[in-house]
Every structure is written in C-alpha cells, then in structure tokens.
T-cell receptor, first 113, second 113 residues
Framework: DAKTTQPPSMDCAEGRAANLPCNHS???????VYWYRQIHSQGPQYIIH???NNETNEMASLIITEDRKSSTLILPHATLRDTAVYYC??????????????FGQGTILTVHP | DAGVIQSPRHEVTEMGQEVTLRCKPI?????LFWYRQTMMRGLELLIY????????DSGMPEDRFSAKMPNASFSTLKIQPSEPRDSAVYFC???????????FGEGSRLTVL
C-alpha cells in the first residue's frame, strides 16, 4: 500500500472549518483514499473514502487533487467532539490485500472553544 | 446492530499468564482483523481472516501470539505466556466484503505486570 504523510498536529476553532491535508504521492490507480478518526480511548471510526472524485457525506468532505497525489479532509463546522486523531490511509480495496488498513501516525486535531 | 463486541474490556495479569481476548464480529461480515495499539508503535495489524481463514499473520509479533476463528461469529487472540511488553490496547474489526468499511470494537486494554 502507498505511504501517506500527514502533519502531526493541527488546531481549529470551534465552528470553523477544519482542513486536514494528506500527501500520497505514490498512490496507484486501484487504490482508494480513506479517512478514519480515533477519539480518545475508542476504536477508529470510518469517515469517508474516495477514488478520484470529491466526496461528501454527513460527516465530512473529501477533496482529491486531479493527479491524486494529495487530498484534504474537510470538517465544515468543527465541534469540540471532533477532537481526535485523524488517519489518512491509502487502501487497495481488493486483490490479495483483502482490504486491510495500514495506519500511520495520523494528525491530532484539537478543536478549541 | 450491536457492532463489534470485544471482551474483556480490561485485563490485568501477571507476566507468564495466558491471556485470551475475544471478538464477536458484526453479523454477516466475512473479514475480521486484529490490531494492537501502543504509544510507541501506533496501530499495528496483527492478523486478518477472510471467511474464517487466516490470510496474513505476518504482523503477529512472535510465537507467543496465536489467533483463531472457529466460526463466522467468534474469534480469539491468545498470548501465552504474556510479557509486560504485550501491554497495549487490542482492537478487533470486521468488514463486509473485501473492500468494505472496517468497523472497530471498543478494544481490550491489556496490562501485563
């Protein structure tokens, strides 16, 4: 699986948009970009994923650059409950990997009042 | 749906004792993953199963660790004998299909004295 690079930490004011960047310059054509988050003492939670096009769901938006070498997760109106570690993962959704997830160090997002 | 259920939630044991962690995946899911999380190493994939068959156990640290999945609704991770360096939070996750989203349990926090 391709490697991802994320900033170790970020801050965001409550109510503002949180934009979390991720670099995945070695991504291959059959690999998806996934985002998970882990709130303290809980198991990781799925947020969103995409292949080429931008995606949006009730939690967040995912913007993937045209060359697919980087992406940005957007939490449009961050709340204190969004404070967590956010993991950007490149995942081969099939083949011999059986969809396993390989976690990096992630970005610690702190949302402050 | 009850989600992925892990037990025990907390386990404190002494070095040399056998530890068994249990996981009940979400009904209908056919892939199951065991992860370990420590401050030093982050989230590490230990082993994963597809249709109850172990696919890749290359992440299992050593022969003291073993995992089984006797049926589609139950898996165990066993450490025998346990050592203080095995202290960690162990997560189980399941997914539907090869590229499905992973759902994580709440984890089992193991402390080996």
């Amino acid at each position: 699986d391709a490697k991802t690079t994320q900033p170790p930490s970020m801050d965001c004011a409550e109510g503002r948009a949180a934009n979390l960047p991720c670099n995945h310059s070695t991504i291959s054509g059959n690999e998806y970009v996934y985002w998970y988050r882990q709130i303290h003492s809980q198991g990781p939670q799925y947020i969103i994923h995409g292949l080429k096009n931008n995606e949006t769901n009730e939690m967040a938006s995912l913007i993937i650059t045209e060359d697919r070498k980087s992406s940005t997760l957007i939490l449009p109106h961050a709340t204190l409950r969004d404070t967590a570690v956010y993991y950007c993962i490149v995942r081969d959704a099939g083949g011999t990997s059986y969809g396993k997830l390989t976690f990096g160090q992630g970005t610690i997002l702190t949302v402050h009042p | 749906d009850a989600g992925v259920i892990q037990s025990p939630r907390h386990e404190v044991t002494e070095m040399g004792q056998e530890v068994t962690l249990r996981c009940k995946p979400i009904s209908g899911h056919n892939s199951l993953f065991w992860y370990r999380q420590t401050m030093m190493r982050g989230l590490e994939l230990l082993i994963y199963f597809n249709n109850n068959v172990p696919i890749d156990d290359s992440g299992m640290p050593e022969d003291r660790f073993s995992a089984k999945m006797p049926n589609a609704s139950f898996s165990t991770l066993k450490i025998q004998p346990s050592e203080p360096r095995d202290s960690a939070v162990y997560f189980c996750a399941s997914s539907s299909g090869i590229g499905g989203e992973l759902f994580f349990g709440e984890g089992s926090r193991l402390t080996v004295l």
